[in-house]
């Protein structure tokens, strides 16, 4: 019988703000790698384009006032600096904020949902 253990939770913070109203998060990293296809090999292997990692936060968003509010960041182009720590690690990466949604629905809290495009940086 398998012993029962504890699971990481993952923290977010945008611009040194801690989201405490984060209720979803993901991290893409990705690869950058490009298949290579040739006549006679058919796939023969990769290439290597642009590391990079997406992001996607959901929040809730209070009644008060946003917690983060992208708005300036995205019509500025502005740079942000987005960490997350999950299971003792922590990364820290620059980006762009690239989408930002705002939605609510009956029985459901009022929602901030934003994407992320940031330079790849590994897990420390």
């Not at 990293?29 to 990692?53: D, E, H, Y």
């Not at 983060?68 to 299971?87: H, I, K, W």
Request: proline share 2%; charged share 20%; aromatic share 10%.
């Amino acid at each position: 019988m398998a012993s029962l253990q504890s699971y990481a939770v993952g923290y977010f913070s945008v611009e040194g703000k801690t989201l405490v109203e984060e209720t979803s998060m993901t991290i893409e990293k990705k690869s950058g790698l490009n298949p290579v296809l040739t006549v006679i090999g058919g796939f023969s292997g990769m290439s290597q384009g642009a590391t990079t990692i997406e992001i996607s936060i959901d929040s809730a968003v209070p009644t008060r006032d946003f917690e983060f509010n992208p708005d300036r960041y995205m019509r500025l182009g502005s740079v942000v600096e987005v960490t997350c720590q999950m299971a003792g690690r922590l990364t820290t990466v620059k980006g762009y904020i690239t989408e930002a949604s705002y939605s609510h629905s009956v029985g459901d809290a009022a929602k901030l949902s934003m994407k992320f495009m940031c330079k790849y940086e590994d897990w420390e």
